[in-house]
């Protein structure tokens, strides 16, 4: 399975952008580049989810490099509830592989008043 | 809509007993369904997943097993628990290629 690099932690204020990157070199044609955040004691919520081109939602953007081995969750005003452990993975897709999720050890974002 | 419903929430359980937890999906059908572990820490790691009834993968070797009798239901079983066996299960369900539904999770501490 091919692996994600992304930064151990990083900080934001509150109402600024965030820029959360990640680098997965070693991504195949087939390969979704899945962001999820997990907040404390909870279960990983689903942000976005992309192949290829640029994918905007409610949530949040995801911004894919053109030779697909990096991309970069944007959120566009964090807030205090943004706090959380964003993982960046990549699922195979295709049924036989289940649409597996390999998590990483994700990034710590911590939101400042 | 869906839901996705994993209890207990806490659960203690001595050395040596058995274990069940259980999860169980509404509102959709025949759905990829998933157990993940979270120790201590960050990084969740997937431990089964199914595409069907009857049909589980394991994705590594340990002191549990699934099943998953219904559609919509799938179970996390060990015989025998160890003390590394304590941590966060969580329950995901998804239906190709869309994103992964998860649970609440159960927190299980083995003493």
């Known amino acids: 399975d091919a692996k994600t690099t992304q930064p151990n932690s990083m900080e934001s204020n509150e109402e600024e952008p965030v820029h959360l990157p990640c680098n997965h070199s070693?991504?195949?044609?087939?390969?979704?580049i899945h962001w999820y955040r997990q907040l404390p004691s909870q279960g990983p919520e689903y942000v976005i989810h992309g192949l290829t081109s640029n994918v905007n939602n409610r949530m949040a953007s995801l911004a894919i490099a053109e030779d697909r081995k990096s991309s970069t969750l944007i959120l566009h005003r964090a807030t205090l509830r943004d706090a959380a452990v964003y993982y960046c993975i990549l699922s195979r897709g295709g049924i036989n592989q289940g649409g597996k999720l390999i998590f990483g050890q994700g990034t710590e974002l911590s939101v400042k008043p | 809509s869906q839901t996705i419903h994993q209890w207990p929430a806490t659960l203690v359980q001595p050395v040596g007993s058995p274990l069940s937890l259980e999860c169980t999906v509404e509102g959709t059908s025949n759905p990829n369904l998933y157990w993940y572990r979270q120790a201590a820490g960050r990084g969740l790691q997937l431990l089964f997943y199914s595409v069907g009834i009857g049909q589980i993968s394991s994705e590594v070797p340990q002191n549990l097993s699934a099943s998953r009798p219904q559609d919509r239901q799938f179970i996390l079983s060990s015989k025998k628990l160890l003390l590394s066996d304590s941590g966060f299960y969580l329950c995901a369900w998804s239906v190709l290629p869309d994103r992964q539904h998860f649970g609440d999770g159960t927190r299980l501490s083995i003493l």
């Open positions: 070693t991504i195949s044609g087939t390969d979704y």
